[in-house]
C-alpha cells in the first residue's frame, strides 16, 4: 500500500483536498477522528468504549490504540491501494512505528503534506460547515443547509459539528499545533514533508503535492 499523510489542524481543509486526491489520484481517505466518532456514536463497538474516556476528555488517543485502530481500518484494504491518512500518525512515537511497520510489510511512505493555515480562516471555515449526526457527512452551510435542514445521504438533522465553537476551536489548533510540531520535525529530517499555504485552491494543492511527490 501506498501512504500519504496529511496534516494540518481542524479547517485547514484536508477533507476538501483528500476528496480530490481520491477523485484524482484514488487516495481512499481515512479520517481516524472520524472513524472514532463513528465507533463512539455505537454502543455495541468495543473500541468505542476504550476511546471514549480519551475523546471525553479532548485527549488523543494513546500511542498504542492508535496503531491497533489503523491496523483494524486497513485490514481489508488491497495491496495496492493509495491511502490519504488524516489523524494517524499523531506523534513521533507512532510515526516510528508506523514506519518500522510500512518497512516490514513492504508498504511504501509517499509522504506527508502539511496545511498550514491561520487560526481565524480555520474558524471562518469551520462555521460554514454543518454535520449529520447519523452519516457524518458534512455539507456548506452556506449552499441551501441551514442547520436543522435534512442530511442529502440519510434524511438526518444537519447540525454544526459538536467541537466547532470558537474557543474550542482555538483550543483545539494550539493543541494540534503544539503535538504535531515534533512531527513535522521528524518528517522534514526525512525529507518527507511538504508544507503547503492552505489559503491557496484545493486544485493549486493537489498539483504541488503531485509534483513534490511524483504522483
Ligand atoms: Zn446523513
Not at 14 to 22: D, F, I, V
Not at 24 to 42: C, L, N, W, Y
Not at 150 to 171: N, T
Amino acid at each position: 500500500m501506498n501512504f500519504l499523510v496529511i496534516l494540518g489542524p481542524p479547517g485547514s481543509g484536508k477533507g476538501t483536498l483528500s476528496r480530490q486526491l481520491q477523485d484524482v489520484h484514488q487516495f481512499t481517505p481515512i479520517s481516524t477522528g472520524e472513524v472514532i466518532r463513528q465507533k463512539m456514536a455505537d454502543p455495541l463497538s468495543e473500541v468505542g468504549k476504550a476511546f471514549a474516556p480519551f475523546m471525553d476528555r479532548g485527549d488523543y488517543i494513546p500511542d498504542s490504540l492508535a496503531l491497533d485502530l489503523f491496523q483494524d481500518i486497513i485490514t481489508d484494504f488491497d495491496p495496492d491501494a493509495r491511502v490519504a491518512l488524516d489523524g494517524f500518525p499523531r506523534t513521533v512515537p507512532q510515526a516510528e512505528i508506523f514506519a518500522d511497520w510500512i518497512k516490514q510489510e513492504n508498504h511504501h511512505l509517499v509522504g506527508c503534506v502539511f496545511l498550514d493555515v491561520a487560526v481565524e480562516i480555520a474558524i471562518e471555515r469551520m462555521n460554514a460547515r454543518l454535520v449529520c449526526p447519523n452519516c457524518r457527512s458534512t455539507f456548506p452551510r452556506i449552499a441551501g443547509h441551514p442547520a436543522g435542514a435534512a442530511c442529502l445521504s440519510c434524511g438526518g438533522e444537519l447540525m454544526p459539528r459538536e467541537d466547532d465553537d470558537p474557543v474550542r476551536m482555538r483550543q483545539r489548533m494550539l493543541r494540534h499545533d503544539q503535538v504535531t510540531a515534533p512531527l513535522r520535525d521528524w518528517f522534514q529530517q526525512r525529507n518527507q514533508l511538504l508544507a503547503l499555504n492552505a489559503g491557496q485552491t484545493t486544485t493549486a494543492l493537489r498539483e504541488e503535492i503531485e509534483n513534490t511527490f511524483n504522483l
